[in-house]
């Protein structure tokens, strides 16, 4: 009876160990699995604010210089290109991920179950033993016989149901370290993947804006300024555009030399007075000597 009672401690401790390491990996696993999803939920939404960016960077590539136009739009078709790859990254983090983490809800209560039905056959052999003692205490005759059967009946049967469970805990032991490995190597593969991509179209994506040629967008923007005629409308401006003090100067400027012009004609015109009456002078002393040399 004693050996019984220690058999009876033995597997109480086995089933206490298994019954801790299920809640374990209830517990953990579903913090993982929810925390995961809301890893997979940010990396959607993510993805969304993503395709707002590219719409925008569209709309404004549509009102820029040729260059810049170009280059923004060449930008945004990489990283819309990259949010393809995203949503691939979100689904395959889902499936490979998510939902085998999610079905040990139901791995666990399964294996819950069968924990139940091992305490319900153990709970059933402790009652088998405890009337079998108080039997041979209280009426010593073939009664314990009968009680004896009962507690060999329950024994075997938490005995089978015992070894049924350690089996059990066994292949779920087993399963959750293999799953484990599955689980974690499949979310870096997958964001090996789509970081691997990511960095092949940013690069794509870095070259396409680098190229953009800010000297022949700045000749456009210059050109959409000043029209090819500007030049000539400038000099139009500026010959009609003089301050009143610059015309009141050209004014007096041409009266001066209009008066200096006349001043010069009339000092002609008395220098030539002059040599006309010098000659007459001349002429009438010649006409007086003539006359004095007839006498």
Not at 3 to 16: I, K, M, P
Not at 77 to 89: G, I, M, P, V
Not at 219 to 246: C, H, M, T
Request: with cysteine; charged share 35%; net charge negative.
């Amino acid at each position: 009876m004693m050996l019984l009672g220690r058999g009876l401690d033995a597997r109480d401790n086995q089933t206490r160990q298994m019954q801790d390491a299920v809640s374990n990996v209830e517990k953990h696993f579903g913090e993982l699995c929810q925390i995961f999803a809301g890893y997979v939920r940010k990396t959607a939404r993510l993805r969304d604010k993503a395709d707002l960016l590219v719409n925008e960077i569209y709309a404004y590539a549509a009102t820029e210089t040729p260059n810049l136009k170009v280059g923004l739009k060449n930008f945004a078709d990489e990283f819309s290109r990259l949010q393809d790859y995203r949503q691939a990254e979100v689904d395959r983090l889902e499936a490979k991920v998510v939902e085998p983490l999610k079905c040990y809800g139901t791995i666990v209560k399964l294996k819950r179950d069968d924990l139940r039905a091992t305490l319900t056959a153990k709970s059933r052999e402790a009652k088998q033993l405890s009337q079998l003692e108080k039997t041979r205490q209280r009426n010593p005759s073939d009664l314990h016989v009968i009680a004896e059967n009962e507690l060999q009946r329950a024994t075997m049967d938490a005995t089978r149901t015992t070894r049924h469970l350690e089996e059990t805990i066994d292949n779920f032991e087993k399963q959750k370290i293999r799953d484990i490995k599955n689980i974690f190597s499949e979310f870096i593969t997958i964001e090996m993947l789509f970081h691997g991509k990511a960095l092949e179209i940013y690069t794509a994506a870095y070259q396409n804006i680098q190229n953009i040629d800010e000297n022949e967008d700045l000749e456009v923007f210059r050109s959409s300024l000043y029209p090819p005629d500007y030049q000539s409308r400038l000099d139009i401006v500026r010959a009609n555009s003089k301050s009143p003090l610059q015309r009141t100067g050209s004014s007096k400027s041409s009266l001066r030399t209009a008066q200096i012009s006349r001043r010069m004609l009339r000092k002609d015109e008395e220098e030539d007075e002059e040599e006309d009456e010098d000659d007459e002078e001349d002429d009438e002393e010649d006409e007086f000597d003539a006359t004095k040399e007839v006498r």
